[in-house]
T-cell receptor, first 113, second 115 residues
Framework: DSGVTQTPKHLITATGQRVTLRCSPR?????VYWYQQSLDQGLQFLIQ???????AKGNILERFSAQQFPDLHSELNLSSLELGDSALYFC????????????FGPGTRLTVL | AQKITQTQPGMFVQEKEAVTLDCTYD???????LFWYKQPSSGEMIFLIY??????QNATEGRYSLNFQKARKSANLVISASQLGDSAMYFC????????????FGAGTTVTVRA
């Protein structure tokens, strides 16, 4: 158990809908990262937050947004969902700025029908 | 261009034998870190080992060791004394620089350990 929690574990929804994925980092970790794992794109970095502030952005679609709250948990919002958004979404956290390791949560498997 | 290349899509290894997973990387930044993660069929990503670009010695963590050849830009993972529980997908990843800390991942290598 990495200490990073993600909810829900599975999510099935329809095209055009909006969902929110939640992540709680390990106790004391200030940095949160979101990654998407799909069959065609592999594992891709989406976005990073550090102590509430957006730190880096990757190949995140405009339909996707995220935030990190004062208690350091983070939410990834996916809207106007398309079939191609079906993927495993991981949250990872690290103590400082991910220098030595990032600990991954169990992931949320999103299926868009 | 691919930052991380894993050329072995799948490998078979006999239980108790060692296996080497290849990883080459591409960066012009002198400061970077290399990571290996294991993803079993259950889906979670398990951190295995880390090597910093300035580390003089190869990293080791139990049965895992990283064969770091800086000039060749390779960071191969060696798993010694393979166990059935080692059957999984293995990903090599890199963090570049000291700005943002996102990881770039390779395509992964599936390892199947045979009894």
């Amino acid at each position: 158990d990495s200490g990073v929690t993600q909810t829900p574990k599975h999510l099935i929804t329809a095209t055009g809908q909006r969902v929110t994925l939640r992540c709680s980092p390990r106790s004391g970790d200030l940095s949160v990262y979101w990654y998407q794992q799909s069959l065609d794109q592999g594992l891709q970095f989406l976005i990073q937050y550090y102590n509430g502030e957006e730190r880096a952005k990757g190949n995140i679609l405009e339909r996707f947004s995220a935030q990190q709250f004062p208690d350091l948990h983070s939410e990834l919002n996916l809207s106007s969902l398309e079939l191609g958004d079906s993927a495993l979404y991981f949250c990872a956290s690290s103590t400082r700025l991910g220098y030595n390791e990032q600990f991954f949560g169990p992931g949320t498997r999103l299926t868009v029908l | 261009a691919q930052k991380i290349t894993q050329t072995q899509p799948g490998m078979f290894v006999q239980e108790k034998e060692a296996v080497t997973l290849d990883c080459t990387y591409d960066t012009s930044d002198p400061s970077y870190g290399l990571f290996w993660y294991k993803q079993p069929s259950s889906g979670e990503m398990i951190f295995l080992i880390y090597q910093g670009s300035y580390d003089q010695q190869n990293a080791t963590e139990g049965r895992y060791s990283l064969n770091f050849q800086k000039a060749r830009k390779s960071a191969n993972l060696v798993i010694s004394a393979s166990q059935l529980g080692d059957s999984a997908m293995y990903f090599c990843a890199m963090r570049e620089g000291q700005g943002d800390y996102k990881l770039s991942f390779g395509a992964g290598t599936t390892v199947t350990v045979r009894a």
